[in-house]
């Protein structure tokens, strides 16, 4: 089963940046869309973006919209996120997570994807 692992959370200010990392265990260009989501306390886990096996289909949610930006390096097996602006609303675990579904009509659903990292936490605070 592929392996995810997140990494470069932490605690930021309001209005500063961030740039999270998912290591996989093997490539997935070609052959997994990456989906980045977020879970507050105390409320449901979130989409917030995703990018499609070879990069052509690209999420974002509307709340990090022009904020956010997702990519992906193939050599290095790593889809990063991008975060900008930061806003204290913003804190949450952040997972990253796989799935070799193709209706991307649905890949900021948590439900549609079937490998998950462990999270990293981010928190937004002065």
């Known amino acids: 089963q592929l392996q995810l692992v997140e990494s470069g959370g932490g605690l930021v200010q309001p209005g500063g940046t961030l740039r999270l990392s998912c290591a996989t265990s093997?490539?997935?260009?070609?052959?997994?869309?990456i989906g980045w989501f977020r879970q507050a306390p105390g409320k449901e886990r979130e989409g917030v973006s995703y990018?499609?096996?070879?990069?052509?289909?690209?999420g974002y949610a509307d709340s990090v919209k022009g904020r956010f930006t997702i990519s992906r390096d193939n050599a290095y097996n790593t889809v990063y996120l991008q975060m900008s602006s930061l806003k204290p609303e913003d804190t949450a675990i952040y997972y990253c997570?796989?799935?070799?579904?193709?209706?991307?009509?649905?890949?900021?659903?948590?439900?549609?994807?079937?490998?998950w990292g462990q999270g990293t936490q981010i928190t937004v605070s002065s």
């Open positions: 997570a796989a799935s070799q579904r193709r209706a991307y009509h649905l890949a900021l659903n948590p439900g549609w994807y079937d490998s």
């Open positions: 093997r490539s997935t260009s070609g052959y997994y869309t």
């Open positions: 990018i499609s096996r070879n990069g052509a289909y690209i």
